[in-house]
Nanobody
Framework: QVQLVESGGGLAQPGGSLRLSCAAS????????MSWARQAPGKGLEWVSG????????YYADSVKGRFTISRDNAKNMVYLQMNSLKPEDTAVYYC?????????RGQGTQVTVFS
């Protein structure tokens, strides 16, 4: 059974950092480009970042470029999102999934709330 489980969300102050993790089971992430997307309250799903199968290329939405870093550890079947310099507008449920510039087969998500 294909499953993705996101973790690491929580509360943060503006300017703070959080590291999200995504644990995959039922498939090997090394065979897929992977990505993160988010959904803010009352808004649609927004793609955030994507990474090649081998980690050689990464892509970011303009809204997070320079602040977020996507990475992966294929040996551990994990994908990560390091989020620095957080802003209130980063508040959302964050999902990881398959795909590079779109995110499908997503997990259940992890809530990130940035407040002052």
């Amino acid at each position: 059974q294909v499953q993705l489980v996101e973790s690491g969300g929580g509360l943060a102050q503006p300017g703070g950092s959080l590291r999200l993790s995504c644990a995959a089971s039922g498939f090997t992430v090394s065979g897929y480009h992977m990505s993160w997307a988010r959904q803010a309250p009352g808004k649609g799903l927004e793609w955030v970042s994507g990474i090649y199968t081998d980690g050689s290329e990464t892509y970011y939405a303009d809204s997070v470029k320079g602040r977020f870093t996507i990475s992966r550890d294929n040996a551990k079947n994990m994908v990560y999102l390091q989020m620095n310099s957080l802003k209130p507008e980063d508040t959302a449920v964050y999902y990881c999934g398959k795909g590079l510039r779109s995110t499908y087969s997503r997990g259940q998500g992890t809530q990130v709330t940035v407040f002052s």
